[in-house]
């Protein structure tokens, strides 16, 4: 494999200072945490700008020292890490040809061998292939087993790329869980687009990336197509370029042609203009790059304001952005996720499970959805239910191997030991870890045992503490009695449980429990603003889920996050004054209540003038509640 030189960023950067300077390990993990995805050398501009960071521990006076240091360490390598998916291919053994060394990680076979360098260096003496491994090809494979079991012959890649139904879902952007086209900002965009055909959704695919964002291309594009705009090019050279996509550069290989054809640029030196533009760049570089095109334009007669223009553009592409032949095989994947998603929401949701933790929403988020459209999702069961997450009969078996503690070779052991009578077989049988049967317990996976949840937990505490007592269990002794004079466990005592160990709750949503004080407050449920008109105002709260602060055309920071209550998910918009004042709240509180008002553009959003926190439990915080940047 291909190496990547890994360097410094705020949050390593910070851990290793951190550890240099003998801080408190849990001082250390809280200061990391805090921080954004930021350069070392970027952290006192982010606390200018982004108010979770102003609200950070990194301003405490006492970690001056270690605010002074970590700037020094930005850029420098870390280690040597193994590219993604960068494959080195050589016609003699690579020892022969260049450095190699064991990676961190290994395989079954062995440990994987990595070159000593970076992929610039690679690409430029050897032949480097990019093989992506894409988990979503397992969940389509699972998928479509689970629909071969009544429909014997169906395969996912034979189904028609041109169904009617499955570009209706994508219009009315209900794509939560599908590949690529289930993100907030897809969704968004796929509200506007019209999309009827697979030329778009390529499209779709290649402009939400954060240089197409930063250049504007997302906008102009849908504009365009829309009619909202005139179509025009540069030059009418450009047009066989651009014609497909209404004059916005889109994909990587129009960058090339572009810069051929305005600039006379040969396509060798068109590729260098992408690859210098494709990677970071200080500002002075970038300008530099951008003027040496323009010094090559003008000299070839192009007017100047257009070769600015163009240049512009051109940089403004900056960042990363798709080649075609990429978007296309994402858009190939996504669609097919989508068709599974119109039509096998149980088989594809069940195989989503599986292959869990993945894609942008949390485990609760993609069964909330399952059950809305009248999914019914079973329990986990020692001695009913699989041991993997299946579908079955258009139901959603929860399997074992979904209960936290618990592995798949472990889950398998308890199918194949059925059945169990009692804890105390279950326990003896398998010889469990306390930490496996508490957690079997907690998810319900043991009342076919007996519905006593709370006897069962204290039951398993014994057996626990008599199997880690010194000798353990020499001789065979009466199974500990299942005391039923205890208390029951409340209703939201056994949703915390079941949130803490699968990620989601059968026993209820978190806002359930606080639905009638929320009321007293004025906050509506998500589901009944869905129809309300534009620009109604209304107050909600929910879970947050994926706050990030995306790249924007001005440099702005704008804050987006969904908010999920027990009736439905609605995306939230923080714009700048929003974001300055209250958004340090959705990035350090897992329930907020959002004061806004309705906005129908870009499907169903809010755009929030007014953040508060909302009193709640940090286990109900959603596992995708952190920043993605």
């Not at 689970?146 to 952007?173: K, M, W, Y």
């Not at 709640?616 to 940047?629: N, Q």
Request: glycine letters at 8%; hydrophobic letters at 40%.
């Amino acid at each position: 494999m291909t190496g990547t030189f890994v360097r410094y960023h705020a949050r390593l950067a910070i851990r290793d200072v951190g550890r240099a300077l003998a801080l408190p390990q849990e001082d250390i993990d809280r200061l990391a945490r805090s921080l954004p995805s930021v350069a070392a050398d970027k952290v006192e501009l982010a606390a200018e700008n982004m108010p979770d960071v102003r609200h950070s521990p990194w301003a405490e006076s006492r970690y001056r020292l270690l605010r002074s240091l970590v700037p020094r360490f930005a850029g420098l390598p870390r280690y040597l890490g193994t590219h993604l998916g960068g494959l080195v291919v050589a016609p003699v053994p690579l020892t022969e040809l260049v450095g190699v060394q064991h990676a961190a990680k290994s395989l079954e076979s062995g440990p994987l061998r990595v070159v000593q360098g970076d992929k610039e260096d690679v690409e430029a003496r050897l032949c480097k292939l990019d093989l992506l491994s894409l988990p979503m090809l397992g969940v389509l494979h699972d998928a479509s087993g689970f629909v071969q079991d009544h429909r014997p012959g169906f395969e996912i890649n034979d189904v028609p790329t041109t169904d009617p139904a499955t570009f209706a879902r994508l219009r009315r952007s209900e794509t939560i869980g599908a590949f690529e086209v289930g993100s907030p900002a897809q969704r968004a965009l796929h509200a506007q687009l019209d999309c009827r055909d697979m030329e778009p959704l390529v499209a779709a695919l290649a402009l939400i990336r954060p240089g197409p964002i930063k250049g504007d291309m997302a906008r102009r594009y849908l504009a365009r197509r829309l009619g909202k705009e005139p179509v025009t090019y540069w030059l009418p050279e450009l047009e066989p370029v651009l014609a497909r996509t209404y004059g916005v550069l889109v994909y990587q290989e129009q960058v090339i042609d572009v810069a051929r054809l305005a600039a006379g640029l040969t396509p060798a030196e068109g590729d260098l203009v992408r690859r210098s533009i494709s990677h970071y760049r200080s500002e002075e570089q970038m300008a530099a790059i951008g003027q040496r095109l323009q010094d090559k334009m003008v000299a070839r007669g192009v007017p100047a304001e257009t070769a600015v223009a163009i240049a512009t553009a051109i940089i403004g592409f900056a960042g990363y952005g798709f080649c075609e032949s990429h978007a296309a095989a994402f858009a190939d994947v996504a669609y097919r996720s989508v068709y599974l998603l119109e039509h096998y929401p149980a088989e594809y949701t069940a195989a989503l499970l599986r292959h869990q933790p993945m894609g942008f929403y949390p485990v609760h988020t993609l069964l909330a959805q399952a059950r809305r459209r009248g999914i019914a999702v079973q329990a986990p069961c020692i001695n009913h239910g699989p041991a993997q997450t299946a579908a079955h009969e258009g139901a959603i078996q929860v399997g074992l191997a979904q209960v936290g503690r618990l592995s798949v070779a472990v889950a398998e052991r308890i199918v194949a030991g059925r059945p169990y009578g009692t804890l105390g077989e279950l326990h003896r049988r398998l010889h469990l870890r306390r930490d496996q049967l508490l957690a079997l317990i907690k998810a319900g996976a043991c009342d076919s045992l007996h519905p006593h949840r709370r006897a069962l937990l204290y039951q398993a505490h014994e057996l626990a503490a008599a199997a880690e007592s010194p000798g353990g269990r020499l001789v065979e002794e009466p199974e500990p009695v299942l005391d039923l004079r205890l208390p029951a466990l409340t209703a939201m005592e056994q949703m915390l449980d079941e949130w803490a160990v699968l990620g989601f709750a059968f026993s209820g949503h978190p806002l359930t429990f606080c639905r009638p004080e929320l009321e007293r407050v004025g906050v509506t449920p998500i589901a009944t603003i869905a129809q309300a008109p534009p620009d109604t105002r209304c107050r909600v709260a929910g879970l947050v889920l994926r706050p990030h602060r995306p790249p924007t055309k001005n440099g702005r920071n704008v804050l987006f996050f969904d908010l999920e209550d027990e009736t439905g998910l609605i995306s939230v918009t923080c714009f700048k004054d929003v974001y300055q004042a209250d958004g340090h709240i959705p990035l350090n509180t897992p329930a907020v209540m959002v004061s806004g008002r309705i906005d129908r553009r870009t499907g169903h959003s809010l755009i929030a003038d007014r953040l508060r926190p909302l009193p709640t439990t940090p286990e109900v915080a959603s596992p995708h509640a952190r920043s993605l940047y």
